[in-house]
């Protein structure tokens, strides 16, 4: 199961870099659905229209959990811009998936 | 240290299953090796072997069981553990290829990592399953888990998961093996795998008197019996191997085969045929009584029957000791040359007792000699106590026995008290004991050698000279005099004594024989003049004798010649 959201990229600008991320879940355990859940929102509120989000079941591909180093699950990388992060958990931390995602953020 | 547990576990519960490590000792001490499809934990101090052990285990069941492993490791890449086994012969890439085994390296950094909420290690379970499907392992080593710890902030899940994991891992089928750092006062720094895990291995590196001995326990072993003890374990050329203490049953076959101990005149003491073979032999003497020279003849002696044996010296050079006795006649090269005779020269120091132990237990299953000399055992003690030592010796002793291997110790008494105990009090447990003594007299001294005991035949109770010569050792009997035991030049001058007086005594007996014959032949001389005089009387009797009868008959005559004439005339 490969679900991506590809919000249309109108224009780039601010920062320039679109963000990439990836999100490693496992079917649909709870965990998994709240972390795309969280994450979703987030992206949404903080991301808009400047990230693409690949969702990956490992279940469905198990060679990547080797070569991704994957462990622990939910996780969520992201690829780009640089450097990488990986980031584990449901996402319900909000402040730190930001800081994560190297998200100055105002509230 | 219990002698006699370790046999026990040499008897498996029949009905439960175990993996076989195929580590020198560690299947026999396990009565059979790790259960089967459980987790195994071993743990113990950084560079305790954990990581070799886990490889071995994984790579002796994908070459010698057909049992396929998964290697998963948390602390070296896959790259470094194929480099860090090459040296042991093992070729993990080629092993990969061919679908054997399965190295995977998981790498966690704590500074990537962002926690965000919760979450369980089913990134882990699937890669793992997917190894283990991909090659149908059998066994897996997850080396070393805690690293998870390290990289991961929350130990609540942690702990939870790795409980699962366990479980997912039995449920699985298959032989786990997961290593773990010794924790302070627990066996895991966590103190959670060792209750997890069905069976507990605790690997130890100790050091007293600055001497390593790397040492095994089997903590726990759920539903098998095993042994209890600390064993020795080496690590070498050839990987791990460990060293059960071997079973005291003294049921080891017999011979009543003779062996020469290359002294004719030593074999003449003991029923002129020598020792028995299998036999332990002690030669114990103070210093320079000449024990490394007997040995060397033993060997020697047995390496021209074209038999086997080693040689383990622990206190001069094999060089050193060829030199050395080409002085007295043995040339010891030859048989090195020919493969018969193999020195192992260490320093006892070099590694502790039960490290030698197990490092002489190698040779010999390596070699399989029929001979075996130590000299001397007496310098082990500066590697162990007294007690240690005569343990160590009693299951060399026993090893060899049970492999029908003669064996020879030297042993340096230090004192000259002969009814003393020998050091190691190891004299209750060998066959034979010769002892080499100084005697000491007129200013010298001699060496003294004689038969304390040899069990199973009669033997001399003679106190012998020992004498070294060029042409090789031999055995002298002493002279006994008033003054007492002479040996050396006091025996040279009794024997110079001894000749003297018997060529003098040779020629009082042949003046008195000489005499004897001229007295008798005066006496023979004297008879032949009376007999003369007696034949000159006895014919002065018969003249008288024979004038008388001739007197006698011319008067007859005379007298018929009378009447004839009368009657005539009438």
Redo the contacts between chains.
């Keep these: 199961m490969i679900e991506q959201v590809i919000t249309p990229d109108i224009h780039s600008d601010g920062d320039g870099q679109k963000y990439e991320l990836r999100l ?1 879940v ?1 079917g649909a ?1 709870i ?1 998994s659905i ?2 795309i859940a ?1 994450l979703k929102h987030i992206c949404e509120t903080y991301l808009a229209g400047n990230y693409t989000l690949e969702i990956i079941d ?2 469905q591909q ?2 990547l ?2 070569s991704e ?8 990388i992201k690829k780009m811009p640089l450097p ?10 909000t402040e ?2 930001l ?2 995602l190297g998200i100055a953020h105002t509230s | 240290m219990s002698l006699t547990s370790s046999q026990k576990s040499a008897l498996p519960l029949p009905s439960f299953p175990k993996a076989l490590t195929g580590i020198v000792g560690l299947d026999e001490i396990t009565g059979g090796g790790l259960p089967k499809d459980r987790p195994t934990l071993i743990c113990g101090g950084t560079g305790c072997g954990k990581t070799l052990f886990s490889i071995e285990f994984i790579v002796h069941g994908a070459m010698l069981y057909g049992e396929p492993g998964v290697f998963m490791s948390f602390e070296e890449k896959a790259e470094e553990l194929v480099l860090n086994v090459a040296s042991l012969g093992y070729d993990l890439n080629q092993l990969q290829q061919d679908k054997l085994i399965k190295l ?1 390296h ?3 950094e704590r500074s ?13 379970f ?2 793992l ?3 283990i499907d991909s090659i149908g392992a059998k066994r897996v080593v997850l080396d070393t888990i805690e690293n ?1 710890f390290s ?2 902030i929350d130990q609540g899940i942690l702990r939870a998961e790795l409980r699962r994991l366990f479980e997912w891992l039995k449920a699985k089928k298959v032989t786990t093996i997961i290593t773990g750092e010794k924790g302070d006062g627990t066996l895991t720094r966590h103190g959670l795998e060792e209750y997890i895990s069905d069976c507990v291995i605790l690997l130890d590196h100790r050091v007293a008197n600055q001497i390593s001995t790397r040492l095994l326990r089997i903590v726990k072993y759920r539903g098998s019996m095993h042994g209890t003890n600390e064993y020795p374990f080496l690590i070498d050329q050839s990987g791990i191997s460990v060293l059960p203490v071997t079973s005291l049953t003294l049921t080891h076959d017999v011979t009543s085969e003779r062996i020469s101990s290359g002294i004719p005149s030593l074999d003449k003491m003991l029923e002129g045929k020598g020792f028995f073979r299998g036999s332990s032999i002690l030669v114990s003497g103070t210093a320079g009584t000449g024990k490394t020279s007997i040995a060397a003849s033993f060997a020697h002696e047995a390496c021209n029957r074209k038999e086997r044996c080693i040689y383990f010296a622990f206190e001069e050079s094999p060089q050193q000791i060829i030199r050395n006795m080409r002085s007295i006649g043995f040339d010891l090269q030859q048989h090195i040359d020919a493969g018969l005779l193999k020195f192992h020269a260490s320093r006892p120091t070099l590694n502790g007792l039960e490290m030698h132990l197990v490092s002489i237990h190698k040779m010999i299953e390596e070699f399989d000699p029929q001979l075996v000399v130590l000299d001397p055992i007496t310098n082990l003690i500066t590697v162990g106590t007294v007690s240690e030592v005569k343990s160590m010796l009693i299951r060399l002793i026993d090893f060899l026995q049970s492999k029908q291997i003669t064996v020879m110790f030297t042993a340096l008494s230090l004192n000259t008290i002969v009814s003393e105990q020998t050091d190691e009090g190891v004299s209750s447990l060998v066959d034979a004991w010769l002892l080499v003594r100084d005697i000491e007299s007129n200013g010298e001294r001699n060496r003294g050698m004689y038969v304390m005991k040899s069990r199973g035949m009669k033997h001399s109770n003679q106190v012998r000279e020992f004498v070294i010569t060029d042409e090789g050792l031999h055995l002298v009997d002493v002279f006994l005099s008033p003054e007492g035991v002479l040996t050396g030049s006091a025996r040279e001058a009794q024997q110079l004594q001894e000749v003297t007086g018997k060529a003098l005594r040779d020629y009082a007996v042949n003046r008195k024989d000489r005499e004897i014959e001229r007295k008798r032949l005066v006496l023979e001389s004297k008879i032949a003049s009376l007999k003369e005089e007696f034949e000159s009387v006895q014919d002065e009797l018969n003249k008288a004798y024979v004038e008388e009868e001739l007197r006698k008959d011319v008067l007859e005559k005379n007298r018929e010649q009378l009447i004839k004439n009368r009657h005539n005339e009438q």
């Design positions: 490693f496992t355990s965990n709240r972390a969280n490992v279940y198990r060679m959990a080797e180093q994957i462990i622990a699950l939910p996780l969520l990488q992060r990986r980031l584990i958990g449901d996402m319900s931390d730190k998936v800081k994560g | 995977d998981v790498r966690i990537e990592i962002e926690e965000t909420g919760e979450y369980d290690l089913d990134g882990l699937i890669r399953g997917h190894a998870l990289g991961l």
